[in-house]
């Protein structure tokens, strides 16, 4: 028997699993050791989400949490606070699962800088400054 002529515009209007976590930002751009990061994850609302799953990893730092998400009604941005991150590099994995596991992931990587790389910051060439001519 044929499908239901009822069934094609969902198929029609389903969002490819790939582009349901639409975007991982990370503010602020550049963070120095002791810092506060935010983390903002944009998904698509689509009736088979179920669970957000964040983890951030770096050599001296993990977390992780997870969201319960209403499907279609479900919010788009879901924003997560980190709290006097140490330096180094981190990656952010973010997991959006459904009914029948994962629906779609998206890998994401920031550094937070520390006393080493201000020290690079200030032994760069800096340029000269200008002079003002008085009348003497």
Not at 57 to 65: G, I, L, N, V
Not at 78 to 106: C, K, M
Request: proline content about 7%; cysteine-free; aromatic content about 4%.
């Amino acid at each position: 028997t044929p499908a239901s002529p009822e069934a094609e515009p969902e198929a029609a209007a389903a969002v490819p699993h790939s582009r349901l976590i639409q975007s991982v930002t990370v503010s602020p751009v550049v963070a120095f050791a002791g810092a506060d990061m935010k983390i903002v994850v944009r998904v698509q609302p689509e009736s088979g989400n179920r669970r957000l799953q964040l983890s951030v990893d770096a050599p001296t730092f993990y977390a992780s949490t997870e969201r319960q998400l209403d499907g279609v009604d479900g919010a788009r941005a879901h924003t997560f606070s980190l709290h006097e991150l140490p330096a180094g590099d981190y990656q952010i994995v973010a997991v959006l699962e459904g009914n029948d596991g994962v629906r779609s992931r998206i890998t994401r990587s920031f550094k937070v800088m520390g006393e080493d790389d201000t020290q690079m910051t200030n032994d760069t060439v800096r340029p000269p400054t200008r002079r003002r001519r008085g009348s003497e």
